[in-house]
């Protein structure tokens, strides 16, 4: 049976792929070439099995870096080499293995725990065999060192030959252990924060509901309608340049976009975060690092052919990977970014009235928010992100809700994450606008970065050293802080005018060069 990491949340796709690890029967794995194109599907969401919740110690566990898929049978197997290895607790998992399994049900994953637990008890017996081995050959080398009959020294390098040989193929046999313990290990989703309600999305709890629905005494248009009338994109000639999700923005609503980047920024900034323009192209080791898979059947990342290179869905990607590899003094934490980015996703499987126009596409501008702080503060600062992700909106007149969302809705990477969702009249419905995801040690387990607390007391050693403090893992938060497209879609149906003309929220209106509202061109 062919291990399959299925796991909840985004999920980036690929164009076209070369060929790429793909797993085979418990921890074997081989090489198989993809076809040129990719049939794309979302994933099915069942519903998650109910259990009660548990509280357990954060341990970041990791999601798949590999895309796994049944491999067929062949004598020429190769075992796949991971291209980075995260820093996962193995002793913890096995020591809290019920909290563990209860977790991966919860979560809807496949993880194998079984096979991850079994593989590390044979790569702890390997190291003790391979330690007794190289323990013997010492001790060979060092009677070598004597005066010796010749008898005596022939059986002596014939023993140590032995051992040399022997050594060899456990320290071989050692590294690929390593190497598919980590691949399986990787398909374990991150612990969840206690207070989460258990099952799928619509098990998710609410936790706040802002303003009010507009009452509207007159016939209420979409955004398409209104962008139609009002001159404001074109998808028609985009569906014949790019292709269908893609649109030209026109007119007022260019300089809608350009103020809620600038009026999102200049208000995040004034809560202490530096703002960041990103890379839009990273490695793939990079995206799989932060928790997304580049490379599954259900990606919804493009990736470049030949190449190790993906667009971003998101700025998480190369802010995550800003600190990347590196020790951050406890002084300087927590360290607040706001980055501006353009996200390409490819919205696999997505179809249907209830993602028309602007609210599902397959490039977009967006301003993120990323936070890089102390273990025992992240939870302090996701109530922070979300409480200025509330703020903004409903400083813009919106009406949303904002959801605890529940264990089978939560990516791989997030404890605990909140979605904002707002009020579409045209559309009649509520749409996601925003989320905020506190993924605790995770991607930093996986990224490799770390902190060294600076009041930890230090100890002198024998020989006079200083022993500085460990170090640990820094925690990592994420929040949009405004996904343009989704934000036209609230700003034109929710202030649309009896006229046809579509009111300008006051605080964008300084960004607009006073513009106030926008009007048929008939006018």
Same mark, same amino acid.
């Given at each position: 049976?062919? /291990?399959?990491?299925?796991?909840?949340?985004?999920?980036?796709?690929?164009?076209?792929?070369?060929?790429?690890?793909?797993?085979?029967?418990?921890?074997?794995?081989?090489?198989?070439?993809?076809?040129?194109? %990719?049939? /794309?599907?979302? +994933?099915?969401?069942?519903?998650?099995?109910?259990?009660?919740?548990?509280?357990?110690?954060?341990?970041?566990?990791?999601?798949?870096?590999?895309?796994?898929?049944?491999?067929?049978?062949?004598?020429?197997?190769?075992?796949?080499?991971?291209?980075?290895?995260?820093?996962?607790?193995?002793?913890?998992?096995?020591?809290?293995?019920?909290?563990?399994?209860?977790?991966?049900?919860?979560?809807?994953?496949?993880?194998?725990?079984?096979?991850?637990?079994?593989?590390?008890?044979?790569?702890?017996?390997?190291?003790?065999?391979?330690?007794?081995?190289?323990?013997?050959?010492?001790?060979?080398?060092?009677?070598?060192?004597?005066? %010796?009959?010749?008898?005596?020294?022939?059986?002596?390098?014939?023993?140590?030959?032995?051992?040399?040989?022997?050594?060899?193929?456990?320290?071989?046999?050692?590294?690929?252990?390593?190497?598919?313990?980590?691949?399986?290990?990787?398909?374990?989703?991150?612990?969840?924060?206690?207070?989460?309600?258990?099952?799928?999305?619509?098990?998710?709890? /609410?936790?706040?509901?802002?303003?009010?629905?507009?009452?509207?005494?007159?016939?209420?248009?979409?955004?398409?309608?209104?962008?139609?009338?009002?001159?404001?994109?074109?998808?028609?000639?985009?569906?014949?340049?790019? $292709?269908?999700?893609?649109?030209?923005?026109?007119?007022?609503?260019?300089?809608?976009? @350009?103020?809620?980047?600038?009026?999102?920024?200049? &208000?995040? @900034?004034?809560?202490?975060?530096?703002? %960041?323009?990103?890379?839009?192209?990273?490695?793939?080791?990079?995206?799989?690092?932060?928790?997304?898979?580049?490379?599954?059947?259900?990606?919804?990342?493009?990736?470049?052919?030949?190449?190790?290179?993906?667009?971003?869905?998101?700025?998480?990607?190369?802010?995550?990977?800003?600190?990347?590899?590196? =020790?951050?003094?406890?002084?300087?934490?927590?360290?607040?970014?706001?980055?501006?980015?353009?996200?390409?996703?490819?919205?696999?499987?997505?179809?249907?009235?209830?993602?028309?126009?602007?609210?599902?596409?397959?490039?977009?501008?967006?301003?993120? @928010? +990323? =936070? /890089?702080?102390?273990?025992?503060?992240?939870?302090?600062?996701?109530?922070? %992100?979300?409480? =200025?992700?509330?703020?903004?909106?409903?400083?813009?007149?919106?009406?949303?809700?904002?959801?605890?969302?529940?264990?089978?809705?939560?990516?791989?990477?997030?404890?605990?994450?909140?979605?904002? &969702?707002?009020?579409?009249?045209?559309?009649?419905?509520?749409?996601?606008?925003?989320?905020?995801?506190?993924?605790?040690?995770?991607?930093?387990?996986?990224? $490799?970065?770390?902190?060294?607390?600076?009041?930890?007391?230090?100890?002198?050693?024998?020989?006079?050293?200083?022993?500085?403090?460990?170090?640990?893992?820094?925690?990592?938060?994420?929040?949009?802080?405004?996904?343009?497209?989704?934000?036209?879609?609230?700003?034109?149906?929710? +202030?649309?005018?009896?006229?046809?003309?579509?009111? =300008?929220?006051?605080?964008?209106?300084?960004?607009?060069?006073?513009?106030?509202?926008?009007?048929?061109?008939?006018?």
């Amino acid at each position: 049976m062919a /291990l399959q990491c299925r796991l909840s949340g985004a999920t980036f796709q690929s164009l076209k792929l070369a060929t790429i690890p793909i797993s085979s029967s418990s921890s074997r794995f081989i090489f198989r070439t993809l076809p040129k194109t %990719l049939n /794309l599907a979302l +994933f099915s969401r069942h519903s998650a099995p109910k259990a009660p919740p548990f509280s357990v110690l954060i341990r970041t566990l990791s999601a798949p870096a590999v895309a796994a898929a049944p491999a067929a049978e062949t004598s020429d197997i190769k075992v796949v080499k991971p291209q980075w290895n995260a820093a996962i607790d193995f002793k913890w998992i096995r020591d809290n293995k019920e909290a563990v399994a209860v977790n991966i049900k919860n979560r809807n994953s496949n993880a194998n725990l079984e096979l991850v637990l079994q593989l590390y008890d044979k790569m702890l017996n390997l190291q003790k065999e391979v330690e007794r081995l190289r323990g013997e050959r010492n001790n060979v080398a060092n009677k070598m060192k004597g005066k %010796l009959e010749p008898a005596d020294r022939q059986k002596l390098i014939e023993e140590g030959k032995n051992l040399k040989e022997a050594l060899t193929t456990l320290e071989e046999d050692l590294v690929k252990l390593r190497d598919e313990l980590q691949i399986e290990a990787q398909c374990i989703p991150n612990l969840t924060h206690p207070d989460v309600p258990i099952g799928w999305e619509d098990s998710s709890k /609410l936790r706040n509901m802002v303003g009010s629905p507009r009452k509207f005494d007159f016939p209420v248009k979409d955004h398409l309608q209104l962008g139609k009338e009002l001159d404001l994109f074109d998808f028609d000639a985009a569906a014949e340049v790019s $292709g269908s999700k893609f649109y030209y923005l026109k007119n007022e609503a260019v300089m809608l976009e @350009m103020a809620l980047v600038n009026w999102t920024l200049t &208000e995040v @900034m004034k809560r202490g975060f530096t703002p %960041l323009t990103t890379p839009e192209i990273v490695r793939s080791s990079v995206v799989e690092k932060c928790g997304f898979q580049p490379r599954g059947e259900n990606t919804q990342v493009y990736s470049i052919e030949d190449s190790d290179q993906c667009l971003i869905g998101t700025a998480e990607i190369p802010v995550g990977g800003i600190h990347m590899g590196s =020790i951050v003094a406890e002084s300087a934490l927590p360290l607040k970014y706001v980055a501006f980015s353009h996200c390409f996703r490819t919205e696999a499987g997505a179809a249907g009235t209830a993602t028309r126009g602007l609210y599902r596409v397959h490039q977009f501008s967006k301003v993120e @928010m +990323f =936070i /890089l702080c102390r273990q025992e503060e992240s939870d302090m600062y996701h109530e922070e %992100l979300i409480k =200025i992700e509330e703020d903004l909106f409903s400083s813009l007149g919106l009406h949303f809700k904002i959801l605890d969302m529940a264990t089978g809705d939560l990516g791989a990477p997030a404890y605990r994450k909140f979605d904002v &969702e707002a009020w579409m009249p045209g559309l009649e419905r509520y749409g996601e606008i925003s989320s905020a995801s506190n993924c605790t040690d995770y991607q930093s387990r996986r990224l $490799g970065i770390r902190y060294r607390p600076s009041e930890s007391p230090s100890t002198t050693s024998k020989k006079g050293k200083t022993n500085v403090a460990a170090t640990k893992f820094v925690h990592t938060l994420n929040a949009t802080a405004c996904a343009v497209p989704r934000m036209l879609v609230c700003l034109l149906e929710n +202030f649309q005018q009896e006229d046809g003309s579509v009111s =300008i929220p006051h605080p964008l209106r300084p960004f607009m060069g006073g513009v106030e509202a926008i009007y048929p061109k008939s006018r």
